[in-house]
């Protein structure tokens, strides 16, 4: 597959919720674009700087013990899990959506992707939208990395 940036682009929460719907084999990827990571198409792990046979993403695709609760929140969900690696990363690191066949689990047990097909760039608005979803809810969430105080 050719790398390339010039992708659509997911506007709302309800367009990444009904593309999540037609295709549950979908995963999010936090980083700068597929044409900085299909050339080698592997992550390192950040702690050992190990290189790992894929690209580490998080799967979108609801698990049955959602049941019928709205895909909106599910993604939404998985996309504030890891808003914070804009910030972490630096500047150009954003979400996009891939397809890809799994090769095995990261660090944080996250999904190692290879095969990688680019769908789209996920846009700042909807991170926002899921910001305001998980804002709305009962529970308490936040980003997994979380201030521990030090």
Do not use: F
């Not at 900085?36 to 894929?54: I, Q, W, Y």
């Not at 999904?111 to 009962?138: C, F, H, M």
Request: aromatic fraction near 6%.
């Amino acid at each position: 597959m050719h790398a390339t940036d010039d992708l659509p682009v997911v506007r709302t929460l309800g367009e990444l919720g009904a593309l999540v719907d037609r295709d549950s084999d979908l995963y999010v990827r936090w980083s700068r674009g597929p044409s900085a990571d299909l050339g080698n198409a592997k992550s390192r792990d950040d702690l050992t700087g190990v290189p790992m046979p894929g690209l580490s993403a998080n799967p979108l695709g609801v698990e049955p013990w959602w049941g019928d609760r709205p895909v909106e929140l599910w993604v939404a969900r998985r996309l504030h899990d890891y808003s914070h690696l804009p910030r972490e990363k630096g500047e150009g690191v954003r979400p996009w959506v891939l397809r890809g066949r799994v090769e095995g689990r990261g660090p944080d047990n996250e999904p190692l992707v290879r095969d990688v097909e680019p769908v789209g760039w996920v846009d700042e608005k909807v991170i926002r939208e899921a910001q305001t979803e998980v804002d709305r809810q009962s529970g308490s969430w936040g980003p997994l990395r979380r201030d521990d105080g030090r």
